[in-house]
């Protein structure tokens, strides 16, 4: 009886744990919104990087601003969330953008349309960033689009707060691939991803499973209907170092 009880306050901890604060029933959010819930899980990636009322958090590529409006709630009115884009990613969701932002409906929100070589960021002044799918991206070369991965990763180091926090989730590829599937299928072998941004400085401060999918073979583009939103994806929580 009592490691049933004891199983059953765990389950109950957990789900207390996750449930956070966010407000994933207002009614000012959409319908879209709501439906990536289920697949996206905001409330544990809360809890992977927990934030205070009044910190700045950079929404790197952070796309049509799904997180954004979700950090909003986080760091509230006294906070900010920078939700970034580059110019090659704009004309895929800027409708989104218009939507989200118009009429100043979040007003701790603001836009930074800015080229990744040369963000617009003070050293010190972050205090966390979520990057959100954009990882492989850094590996992806096509028209318009090629990123420098240390050039970046430097940006953020030196604009992270120490002790700020970084929050990575991508599509995961074959054990041992690295980044020789970030081209055509758009994933990143997670181990390499862990390696690479310690390599960069960070230290590592999670590996969580949460959104792993034990199905998903890694052969398949993300963008193929049969995985689409069902991808195994990894989720990392690297940090700053408060010192060197």
């Known amino acids: ?24 029933d207002d009614a000012a959010r959409s319908d879209a919104d709501k439906i990536r819930d289920a697949a996206s899980l ?18 790197l590529l952070g796309g049509g601003g799904y997180f954004s409006e979700l950090l909003a709630q986080q760091v509230g009115k006294t906070g900010k969330v ?11 969701v800027g409708k989104q953008l218009e939507t989200r932002l118009a ?6 929100v603001e836009r930074l349309d800015a080229e990744v070589d040369a963000l617009p960021l003070k050293p010190d ?10 990882y492989h991206d850094m590996y992806h070369v096509s028209d318009g689009w090629q990123i420098n991965p240390q050039q970046l990763m430097k940006q953020i180091y030196i604009a992270l707060k120490p002790g700020g926090r970084m ?19 758009h994933r990143i072998e997670a181990a390499y991803v862990s390696q690479e941004l310690q390599g960069f400085g960070f230290n590592l401060v999670t590996d969580s499973t949460v959104l792993a999918n034990r199905n998903d073979d890694y052969s398949k583009s993300v963008f193929d209907q049969l995985v ?17």
């Open 167 to 185: 929050l990575v989730v991508d599509h995961n590829a074959a054990a041992g691939s690295g980044v020789s599937a970030a081209q055509e299928l």
């Open 125 to 134: 002044s972050i205090d966390a960033v979520y990057f959100i799918m954009g």
């Open 42 to 59: 905001p409330c544990e990636m809360a809890t992977l990087l927990p934030l205070q009322q009044g910190d700045t958090v950079l929404d």
């Open 228 to 244: 689409r939103g069902k991808t195994d994806r990894f989720v990392l929580v690297v940090e700053k170092p408060t010192a060197r």
């Open 82 to 92: 920078l939700l970034h884009n580059n110019k090659a990613y704009l004309p895929y």
């Open 1 to 24: 009886m009592y490691r049933i009880l004891l199983a059953i306050t765990l389950v109950l901890t957990h789900a207390q744990l996750i449930a956070c604060e966010l407000k994933l």
């Open 103 to 108: 009429k100043n409906r979040l007003s701790n």
